[in-house]
T-cell receptor
Framework: KQEVTQIPAALSVPEGENLVLNCSFT??????LQWFRQDPGKGLTSLLL?????REQTSGRLNASLDKSSGRSTLYIAASQPGDSATYLC????????????FGRGTSLIVHP | DTGVSQDPRHKITKRGQNVTFRCDPI?????LYWYRQTLGQGPEFLTY????????KSRLLSDRFSAERPKGSFSTLEIQRTEQGDSAMYLC???????????????FGQGTRLTVV
């Protein structure tokens, strides 16, 4: 069974800092990995999708890297803003060649002015 | 396209009642997923459809839960004889299959918040 761990569990930073959110997963035989953002009481918003053949994917101030062999992905947030406050979830697929997104508990981020 | 739509957004029900939720995926997305999320946890997979076929069910999906996707478009999730432990956010997601294969992006709806009293 795919197990997903995100570190840190929570993060509180002042506006303007560059951030690193870490994701590790146990089954590295994955097709892709997706990063999501979730605001309190809301659904998930897709941020980035990295294919297994890629090492990085960028969208605006967000950059996600994938090291499939070591079972790790990292989300970098540049110049953080209060509007970035949310829970960030990474989702590799499940085990055994599945492509069903599998989640850990996420990283809860607060960016204060 | 307006994205994945879920209805209702909120539902309060008494213990023992049946409830049904609806999910309308993004048009032409042949894959549809249901998840459950409790406070402080990530979404937990419940079940998955490819077109109208229910291909995978989690052990979390007890016999009180049933899901359907009769024409391969919208889906319903029914919970019978609700219990307080069923209180959670129920999330639906969809994704397409492309000629390049299954490595596609999943899109989520806003969820249905169920409270069992």
């Amino acid at each position: 069974k795919q197990e997903v761990t995100q570190i840190p569990a929570a993060l509180s930073v002042p506006e303007g800092e560059n951030l690193v959110l870490n994701c590790s997963f146990t089954d590295s035989a994955i097709y892709n990995l997706q990063w999501f953002r979730q605001d309190p009481g809301k659904g998930l918003t897709s941020l980035l999708l990295i294919q297994s053949s890629q090492r990085e994917q960028t969208s605006g101030r967000l950059n996600a890297s994938l090291d499939k062999s070591s079972g790790r992905s990292t989300l970098y947030i540049a110049a953080s803003q209060p509007g970035d406050s949310a829970t960030y979830l990474c989702a590799p697929p499940g085990s055994g060649g599945s492509y069903i997104p599998t989640f850990g508990r996420g990283t809860s981020l607060i960016v204060h002015p | 396209d307006t994205g994945v739509s879920q209805d209702p957004r909120h539902k309060i029900t008494k213990r023992g009642q049946n409830v049904t939720f609806r999910c309308d995926p993004i048009s032409e997305h042949n894959r549809l997923y249901w998840y459950r999320q409790t406070l402080g946890q990530g979404p937990e997979f419940l079940t998955y459809f490819q077109n109208e076929a229910q291909l995978e069910k989690s052990r979390l999906l007890s016999d009180r839960f049933s899901a359907e996707r009769p024409k391969g478009s919208f889906s319903t999730l029914e919970i019978q004889r609700t219990e307080q432990g069923d209180s959670a956010m129920y999330l639906c997601a969809s994704s397409p299959t492309t000629r390049q294969g299954p490595n596609t992006e999943a899109f989520f709806g806003q969820g249905t918040r169920l409270t069992v009293v």
